[in-house]
C-alpha cells in the first residue's frame, strides 16, 4: 500500500515535467530528458523491488533535478534519500533540521522515540534478547486531541506544562526547529 | 535448541501455478512460484524467511496450513504427514497451526465485533459457547494488551496496531503450536511496529509456540528470528542461525540483501548496490542456479547446473557452487 502511495506521490512530482515537454518549452528540456525516458524511469519505478525504490528516488533528483517530497514512516529510507527532514505528529510539524542534525541530534522526544523502535541488523553482539523500545500508546484520534501538546500522553518526558500549553517551535540553532518545551534539556540521543 | 524436536518439517514443497491464456483457457505456461522448499521448524523457535516481493514467501506460508495445495513436496506437523489429509481429517490439525496476515485492514471481517471475531475460531470447533466464550476472549483480549471492553467495538474503531492484535488474539484463540506470521508488520509504523514485534516475542515466551515470522525487512526478521532462510525464485538459496546469516553470509545473493538494508544514520554512505536489476520472471526461471543472471560471481556451470543446500558451517546450509569446493563466496566480499 505505501509502494503504491509512494508511485502516485512520484507520479505528481513530475507531472509539471511531463506537461512542459508536451509544450514549445519541450525542445529546450528534450537534450535532459525525453518523454520516453520517463517512461522508462516510471516503469522501473513501479517493476523495482522494494529496496530499489529508494535508490531510484535519488536517482530522480539527480537525473531530472526535480525536488522531491518523500512521505513515509521509513527512517532508514529518509537518512539514505532526503537532506533535510519534517517530522510531523497529530497533524502538527513537530521537528525540522537537515537530515543529520536530526539523526545524530534529535530534539523531539517523538523523533527519539521513532529513532529507539527501528530494530537493528544485528551484529557479533546482539543477540534475540534485546527488547525494541516502544513508544506506549497510539496517536490521538484528531477529533479528540488532547489539552496541550499532542503527544504528552505517550512521552516519558512529559510535565505538567505540556498538558496546558502548546509548545512553540522553536529555533535551536542552524535552522533546527523543535516544538518542545524540554527540548533544551533533550541534547544528545540516549 | 538442537534436541528439541522438529514442529514443522517441509519436504520438497514445489507449488506451479498454470498460467491460462486463450479462449479454452489452455495452460501456456506455468509460475513456479515454490520450486523445492525443505526446511524444518523446531518448538519454541522462530524461523524467519525473507526474500524479495515475488520470490514465494507466502505462497511457502499458505502451503504449510494447506491454504494453496502444494503441487508436490510433504508437509509433516508433528511427524504426521497432512500434505493429502481432506478437509475433515485436516480440521483438528487446524487447531494447531494459525496465521497472522500482513493487512490488519483486509483480515478482519468489517461486520463483525472485534470480540465475535476472536471468539469465531472458538465456536467453529465448538470449543465453547456463552458466557465462558466471553471469558476466553476477555482473556485473550487482555494476553495481546487490548481492553476487553474493546470487545463490542467494530474494527474501523481500531487503530492498524490494534487491528494486528485482534488478528494475533485470534490466532491465539485455538492454543495453536505454529502461527505463520506473513508480513505482519509490514503495514504499521515502526513505533507500532515495536509494540507488535515485542508482543510477539513476549507470547512465545509465555506458551512456547513456533512462529514461521515472514517480512521482507531484514532487520525485522534479525530481530524475532532464531534462525533465517533466505529465498529466491521459489528456492531456499540459504538457511543458517541468525547470528550465523549476518556475521558469515555466504550466498552471493544473501550478502547483497544485507548490504542492501537501509541504515538509519545519514553518515553511512551506501556501497553500490551489488545486485543490478529485478528478479526474473517465475513463468521461466533461469536455468542451473536462477541467481546467475544478476550474480557477479557467476562462472559457466553457474547456468547449468542447480546447486542444492550443501553444509556450509556448523547450522549453516548454502545452495551456491561457489561453496562446493570452488572456493567460498564469502572470501570475495
Not at chain 1, 551484529?123 to 501538546?149: F, M, N, Q, W, Y
Not at chain 2, 492484535?165 to 491465539?172: G, K
Request: charged share 20%; net charge positive; hydrophobic share 40%.
Amino acid at each position: 500500500m505505501r509502494n503504491k502511495y509512494l508511485v502516485r506521490r512520484f507520479f505528481f512530482a513530475i507531472l509539471p515535467f511531463l506537461f512542459s515537454l508536451w509544450t514549445a518549452e519541450a525542445s529546450a528540456l528534450s537534450g535532459v530528458v525525453s518523454v520516453q525516458d520517463l517512461i522508462n524511469f516510471l516503469n522501473d519505478y513501479r517493476n523495482s523491488s522494494n529496496q530499489h525504490k529508494q535508490s531510484l528516488a535519488a536517482d530522480l533528483q539527480k537525473k531530472l533535478g526535480t525536488a522531491v517530497v518523500l512521505i513515509t514512516h521509513d527512517l532508514a529510507v529518509v537518512a539514505e534519500t532526503a537532506q533535510r527532514v519534517i517530522v510531523m505528529y497529530a497533524g502538527k510539524k513537530v521537528e525540522e533540521a537537515d537530515v543529520d542534525t536530526l539523526f545524530a541530534n534529535p530534539r523531539h522526544p517523538y523523533t527519539r522515540g521513532l529513532m529507539a523502535s527501528i530494530p537493528a541488523v544485528p551484529t557479533a553482539d546482539a543477540s534475540h534478547d534485546v527488547r525494541l523500545a516502544e513508544i506506549p500508546g497510539t496517536v490521538p484520534s484528531l477529533t479528540k486531541l488532547p489539552a496541550g501538546c499532542a503527544f504528552a500522553p505517550r512521552c516519558s518526558l512529559a510535565i505538567d506544562r505540556c498538558r496546558e500549553k502548546y509548545p512553540p517551535l522553536e529555533d535551536w540553532g542552524g535552522g533546527h526547529l523543535a516544538a518542545c518545551w524540554r527540548a533544551a534539556e533533550t541534547v544528545r540521543r540516549p | 535448541m538442537t534436541e528439541t524436536p522438529a514442529l514443522l518439517e517441509i519436504t520438497d514443497l514445489v507449488k506451479h501455478y498454470p498460467v491460462r491464456s486463450g479462449v479454452l483457457r489452455r495452460a501456456v505456461g506455468t509460475v513456479h512460484a515454490v520450486d523445492g522448499v525443505s526446511f524444518s521448524l523446531r518448538v519454541g523457535e522462530t524461523l524467519g524467511l525473507v526474500g524479495e516481493s515475488g520470490c514465494g514467501k507466502s505462497t511457502v506460508a499458505r502451503s504449510v496450513l494447506r491454504l494453496v495445495e502444494p503441487t508436490s513436496g510433504s508437509i509433516r506437523i508433528d511427524g504426521e504427514d497432512i500434505t493429502h489429509l481432506s478437509k475433515t481429517e485436516l480440521r483438528p490439525h487446524r487447531r494447531s497451526m494459525q496465521i497472522v496476515f500482513q493487512d490488519p485492514f483486509a483480515s478482519l471481517n468489517p461486520r463483525m465485533t472485534a470480540g465475535d471475531i476472536v471468539g469465531e475460531p472458538l465456536s467453529v470447533h465448538g470449543l465453547a459457547t456463552g458466557r465462558e466464550k466471553q471469558q476466553r476472549v476477555a482473556k485473550l483480549f487482555d494476553q495481546v494488551g487490548l481492553r476487553p471492553d474493546q470487545m463490542r467495538n467494530y474494527p474501523h474503531q481500531f487503530s492498524g496496531g490494534q487491528r494486528q492484535r485482534i488478528c494475533i488474539a485470534r490466532a491465539l484463540a485455538l492454543g495453536p503450536r505454529l502461527i505463520v506470521c506473513d508480513e505482519p508488520v509490514a503495514a504499521l509504523d515502526v513505533s507500532i511496529q515495536a509494540q507488535v514485534i515485542n508482543l510477539l516475542i513476549d507470547l512465545q515466551r509465555e506458551h512456547g509456540f513456533s512462529y514461521l515470522f515472514i517480512a521482507h525487512d531484514l532487520a525485522v526478521v534479525a530481530h524475532i528470528s532464531h534462525r533465517v532462510a533466505v529465498m529466491y525464485l521459489g528456492r531456499i538459496v540459504e538457511i543458517a542461525d541468525k547470528t550465523e546469516l549476518f556475521r558469515n553470509p555466504r550466498h552471493p545473493y544473501t550478502q547483497a540483501l544485507l548490504a542492501s538494508v537501509p541504515v538509519a544514520d545519514p553518515r553511512s554512505k551506501r556501497l553500490k548496490p551489488l545486485v543490478d536489476g529485478d528478479v526474473p520472471s517465475p513463468v521461466n526461471p533461469p536455468s542451473g542456479c536462477a541467481f546467475h543472471t544478476r550474480c557477479r560471481y557467476a562462472m559457466e556451470s553457474c547456468k547449468t547446473e542447480r546447486p542444492g543446500l550443501r553444509d556450509a558451517g556448523p547450522q549453516h546450509q548454502v545452495a551456491c557452487l561457489l561453496n562446493d569446493g570452488m572456493g567460498r563466496a564469502g572470501e570475495f566480499a
